[in-house]
């Protein structure tokens, strides 16, 4: 079983920064992208960022310059630093993996449970 744990949501002023974490744990034998999405309510789930076990990364067009996706492929974590906040901002924000477990040797797309991130006007 593989778990996908976030960290570091919370509420922040706009024009504030955050930085979110999220660390894989179980029967894991790779992981070959690692990626953040988000859903606001009433919206569907976007992409934010991504990056590759090779550290390449691309970005949501609406978080370009302001975000950073970056991963420690020892930890199996990836994190994402957020700055310049803006309201539209506000969302869950998940984390997302394939994973190939070293029971089955079968990839699984594994999902976080969320972590609210809300930007104050």
């Known amino acids: 079983q593989v778990q996908l744990v976030e960290s570091g949501g919370g509420l922040v002023q706009t024009g504030g920064s955050l930085r979110l974490s999220c660390a894989a744990s179980?029967?894991?034998?790779?992981?070959?992208?690692m990626a953040w999405y988000r859903q606001a309510p009433g919206k569907q789930r976007e992409l934010v960022a991504v990056?590759?076990?090779?550290?390449?990364?691309n970005y949501g067009d609406s978080v370009k310059g302001r975000f950073t996706i970056s991963r420690d492929n020892a930890k199996k974590s990836v994190y994402l630093q957020m700055n310049n906040l803006k309201p539209e901002d506000t969302a869950v924000y998940y984390c997302?993996?394939?994973?190939?477990?070293?029971?089955?040797?079968?990839?699984?797309?594994?999902w976080g449970q969320g972590t609210q991130v809300t930007v104050s006007s």
């Open positions: 990056i590759t076990s090779g550290g390449s990364t």
């Open positions: 997302n993996a394939p994973v190939v477990t070293t029971i089955t040797g079968f990839e699984y797309d594994c």
């Open positions: 179980g029967s894991i034998f790779s992981i070959n992208t």
